[in-house]
């Protein structure tokens, strides 16, 4: 049944793999899955937070969506959830394909897949088919939920017969489509769903619209309302840490974006800490090493500094051995009001806030870990109170 290569000996065992098949099959309520690039962590949480106030939802408590927890979750399953959710993380090989074929979601999110024109082209492509292998083991008469905006994703699932599919994006011919989109900085995003429905939420990022409108898309097949998706997620939802989250110390906004840096999540990171221009007196980026940057390490970084160079960014500081080249791509447009620094540990970041911080500033933290965000929380703890203010 599940082909060759297969599982290895140590990782699950065949009577395992048999309970699992028994579990699911016994189960009967929805199992909403979600792979891609970007946002599965937040579309998941954005999912979790909206369904429980309906029911008990299963969910593997870390966000991480490897195989090891989705098949430890997979052994929880029985029907006193009401609800399922599967967060997909890359996986290369057959394991992959056997995981999503003993998952089979009644509901299968695509969030993105990538850019047809990014210059590491093969590898996304191989990437894509193997996220897109999910939309083939869903239940019979289930739903892909898929973002009308991503070229891949969209043109690999086409060569899917037989497929339900539902759309969200900003195109207005998607079925669940954002428009007429204005950002507050710490306020959160306003705009209007589907040109009729005008919303206001706790979240920063184009990418966490496209989040919202998943979300949407999978819990109205399930039967919420649109009144209650909204009210749910104003009073209950927060964004994961390390994903945007935003914190107030006082006069100053700390910007949580510290999970792995890529340059499509660094860019994302980058455009939300100017949407905070206007409301404060600095804008401060703080980032380390990408992953996923292509075949040239050096030279992806080296671009990804020009392109913040572009950005009202005041102060940046790299840490880290790659880092170091997005500081010279951001040291290419010279101006004495931007200050660049490289660096190689967080005590010499600290050293460089305590002399360069203003008191009214925002400070985007990108790719530096949960271990790096708890030390600077503790050091902006030391200087005023915290809030949360999503």
């Keep these: 049944m599940f082909g060759k290569p297969g599982f290895k000996k140590d990782f699950i065992s065949d009577k395992e793999k048999k309970e699992i098949l028994r579990r699911r099959q016994a189960f009967t309520n929805p199992i909403i899955a979600v792979t891609g690039n970007l946002g599965k962590t937040s579309t998941i949480s954005m999912i979790e937070t909206i369904l429980s106030a309906r029911g008990k939802v299963l969910r593997h408590p870390n966000g991480c969506g490897n195989l090891q927890n989705n098949f430890s979750t997979l052994k929880k399953l029985n029907n006193t959830y009401d609800f399922g959710l599967f967060e997909l993380n890359h996986q290369k090989g057959r394991q992959f394909v056997e995981l999503v074929h003993l998952i089979r979601p009644n509901i299968a999110i695509v969030t993105n897949l990538g850019d047809a024109h990014l210059n590491y082209l ?52 998607a079925d669940f489509y954002a428009t007429d989109i204005e950002q507050f900085g710490p306020g959160g995003m306003r705009f209007k769903l589907n040109g009729r429905f005008e919303i206001q939420l706790p979240i920063f990022s184009i990418q966490d619209l496209y989040n919202f409108l998943a979300a949407v898309a999978a819990v109205a097949h399930i039967g919420f309302s649109l009144n209650d998706v909204v009210e749910i997620l104003n009073t209950k939802f927060s964004l994961p840490e390390g994903r945007g989250k935003v914190l107030k110390y006082g006069s100053i906004y700390v910007i949580d974006e510290s999970y792995i840096s890529t340059p499509r999540s660094l860019s994302k990171a980058a455009r939300v800490l100017s949407t905070f221009e206007q409301y404060s007196e600095q804008l401060v980026l703080i980032v380390g090493d990408m ?54 540990s967080l005590n010499e970041v600290f050293e460089i806030l305590d002399i360069h911080l203003k008191n009214k500033s925002t400070i985007a933290i990108k790719g530096l870990g949960k271990v790096a965000m708890h030390r600077f929380q503790s050091y902006f703890k030391t200087q005023q109170p915290v809030s949360t203010i999503n």
């Excluded at 083991?137 to 899917?160: F, P, R």
């Excluded at 572009?310 to 101006?335: C, H, M, Q, R, S």
């Design 122 to 173: 093969e590898r996304m492509i191989r990437q894509a088919i193997e996220k897109a292998s999910l939309l083939k083991y869903m239940d019979q008469d289930g739903i892909a939920i898929l973002n009308k905006d991503d070229e891949l994703s969209y043109n690999i699932v086409k060569q899917i017969k037989n497929l339900n599919v539902i759309q969200f994006g900003l195109n207005p011919h």
């Design 291 to 344: 992953a996923d940057a292509g075949i040239n390490v050096e030279q992806q970084h080296i671009n990804m500094g020009y392109f913040l160079s572009a950005l009202p960014i005041d102060l940046l500081i790299t840490v880290g051995e790659y880092a170091k080249f997005i500081g010279k791509g951001f040291e290419f447009i010279k101006t004495s009001k931007k200050l660049c620094f490289s660096v190689n």
